[in-house]
């Protein structure tokens, strides 16, 4: 359980009431974040040890954003009032039944000293969600500025806040000179650094996609549909929201504060399937869940798709924190198609689990055999050593009849416990994600800069240029090799060939920029320095 999902609401009214004043104190230049420096300051009023502190900032901060938003600071009030109360603070205390109704207000000494000096009647500024009516965040304008100058750093209040600062100083201008928004993926917006965590679930149709989602939310969400057929036919996107409803794909795509801008590149044959299904949920406050078409197998293939479908698989991989392939004991067989679509996966290995479902569906000696065949498949289409995680379970509403297989609801019951852990690790984990992923991105524009710009120097100053044109785009694989020798980078990081070879035919090689160290070193300097700073400047203040 995440600190923010800590049942504040059954703090009093008039505890949250002065839990908002005191944030409106601690948040000294009111941009609805309390940072490390506020807080080291507020939080000294109630004589905690700075142990108990470290400890009490861990737990609220569990995403490692470098901040507390209203709610995480009620939460870490609660804890620093148990604290006084002599209670021991550790990361179970989520998890235990402690009575919040009944804990009292923290002694902070000092507070009403400084409530005295502010006037907070005026238009609370906060509600109990921690959004901020009357202030727009700074970040928000960074993408929409025509404005060359550089961001100040003081305008910096989070981990997330940095990479943006990061991309649009550093990163962006050597995607923008050398085309990366072309050749590997869309320029980032304010809505990718700020969006949920995703996961993805991919499978044969009939495997459980849809039920799994509903297994999770323990409800039906809008728009859905299960069979034994394949029933979705469109991409899912399950989100929160204020109430139910579906919203079509065209007019998703286009929502500035949603992360799906780039899927208009997929044209309006994608557009039509593709949907949002929102609700209000818990789990969808923290998680987005993606369901996706069930991949076609033998004759069904044949039919080819509108759109480009193993392209969307990828572009959702890249921005999703957890992908599961699922199967079921009765379609253990790995499609032609399902292949290009594990292999489009390429680079996102680390996000992949397996989920066995329906194993209910066939007893404990023929689900040994039913495991060794899938471990047997799968070693064949991923191509690596490592053993892939499979978790085996019935992720459905049925509940398993131990008396009819003991060994099997036990097992079920450990899988799905740790299939679960692993979920709702995911929003913990969101921030250390997305400095990953934008370190692998930064590597990516830095490889595709040498890529371009060796295109462009291989190519002949005055005659000859389209016959030295079809030369390199023919010999790509070779060119590839002379930049990966030439500056000494991993073949594995390397685009793929093909994709490659397909975007570089719409292009004149010749218009290409030449290398420009300057930014190259940039990115440089953004990987050795600046990134581990920001993180350094946004740890637990109390390390």
Same mark, same amino acid.
């Given at each position: 359980?995440?600190?923010?999902s800590?049942p504040? $609401? ?18 000294s230049d009111?941009?609805?974040r309390?940072t ?8 000294a ?17 569990s995403?490692?954003q ?8 009620i939460?870490?009030m609660?804890?620093i +009032? ?7 603070i550790t990361f ?15 002694a902070?000494e000092?507070?009403d000293a ?12 906060h509600d109990i969600?921690?959004s ?11 993408f ?19 990479l ?9 201008p ?6 990366? !928004? ?11 650094f700020d969006?949920?965590p995703m ?8 495997? /459980? ?16 549909h ?8 469109r991409?899912v996107v ?5 109430? *139910?409803?579906?919203?079509?794909g065209n007019?998703?795509?286009?929502q500035? $504060?949603?992360p799906f ?6 044209g309006?044959a994608f ?10 949920h818990p ?10 078409p ?16 193993? /392209?969307v698989?990828s572009?959702?991989?890249?921005k999703?924190d957890l992908i599961?392939?699922l199967?079921?004991?009765?379609k253990?067989?790995? +499609? ?5 679509v ?16 329906k194993a ?10 039913v495991?060794?065949?899938?471990m ?6 991923? !191509?690596?050593? *490592? ?9 459905n *509403? ?7 297989d003991?060994?099997g ?6 899988? =799905?416990?740790d ?8 929003p913990?984990k969101?921030?250390?994600r997305?400095?990953? *992923? ?19 120097k291989?190519?002949? +100053? ?6 030295? =044109?079809?030369r ?11 930049v ?8 594995g ?11 570089l035919?719409?292009?004149n090689i010749?218009?290409?920029e ?5 930014l190259?070193?940039?990115?440089? $300097? ?13 740890? !637990?203040?109390?390390?």
């Open positions: 359980m995440e600190a923010s800590l504040i $609401d059954s703090c009093s009214k008039e505890h949250q009431k002065i839990y908002r004043d005191w944030f409106n104190i601690a948040d009111r941009d609805g309390v490390g420096n506020d807080a080291t300051k507020f939080f009023m109630s004589k905690l040890s700075r142990q108990e502190l470290k400890q009490i900032w861990a737990i609220a901060d995403k490692r470098g901040y507390l938003g209203l709610k995480e600071f939460v870490a609660q804890l +009032s148990w604290a006084q109360a002599g209670h021991e179970d205390i989520l998890k235990s039944s402690v009575d919040l109704e009944n804990i009292g207000l923290p902070m000092g507070v400084l409530a005295a000096k502010k006037d907070f009647a005026t238009n609370g500024v969600n921690g901020n009516h009357h202030q727009v965040p700074a970040s928000a304008k960074w929409t500025s025509k404005s060359s100058k550089k961001i100040p750093p003081s305008a910096v209040t989070s981990v997330v806040d940095g943006k600062r990061l991309y649009i100083e550093k990163l962006k050597l995607e923008s000179t050398y085309r990366f !928004n072309d050749f590997v993926s869309p320029s980032l917006t304010n809505s990718d969006a949920k996961v993805m679930l991919l499978g044969q149709y009939s495997t /459980g996609k849809t039920t799994f989602i509903k297994h999770l939310l323990q409800c039906d969400y809008p728009g859905a299960i069979g034994p057929e394949p029933t979705t036919d991409f399950v989100m929160s929201g204020p109430d *139910e409803r579906s919203i079509p007019t998703i795509a286009v500035a $504060d949603l801008g780039g899927l208009t590149t997929f309006g557009s039509s399937k593709f949907e949002c299904s929102q609700m209000p789990l969808l406050d923290q998680i987005t869940f993606v369901d996706t069930g991949v076609l197998s033998g004759e069904k293939q044949r039919t080819q798709r509108s759109y480009d479908f193993t /392209g698989i572009w959702f991989a890249a999703c599961l392939l199967f079921d004991p009765h253990l067989d790995i +499609s032609d198609e399902f292949k290009r594990i292999s489009c996966l390429r680079g996102n290995d680390d996000k992949i689990r397996v989920v066995l479902n209910h569906q066939v007893d404990t000696q023929q689900l040994m055999r495991y060794g065949a899938l047997w498949s799968l070693g064949k289409v991923l !191509n690596t050593p *490592e053993v892939v995680r499979v978790y085996i379970g019935s992720f *509403e049925k509940q398993i009849n131990e008396a009819d003991p060994l609801q036990d097992l079920f019951e450990k899988e =799905q416990d299939l679960l852990k692993d979920l709702l690790d995911i913990r969101a921030c250390d997305r400095i990953n *992923e934008f370190v692998k991105r930064a590597r990516a524009a830095k490889i595709n800069a040498y890529i371009v710009s060796h295109l462009k291989e190519m002949p +100053s005055m005659m000859g240029k389209a016959k030295a =044109q079809q390199l785009i023919d010999n790509l694989q070779d060119e590839f090799a002379k990966q020798r030439e500056y000494h980078l991993p073949p990081d390397f685009p793929s060939v093909e994709h490659y070879r397909e975007v035919n719409n292009y010749d218009k290409f030449k290398l420009k160290p300057k190259v070193q940039a990115v440089d $300097d953004m990987l050795g320095y600046e990134i581990p700073e920001l993180l350094k400047n946004f740890r !637990n203040p109390y390390e």
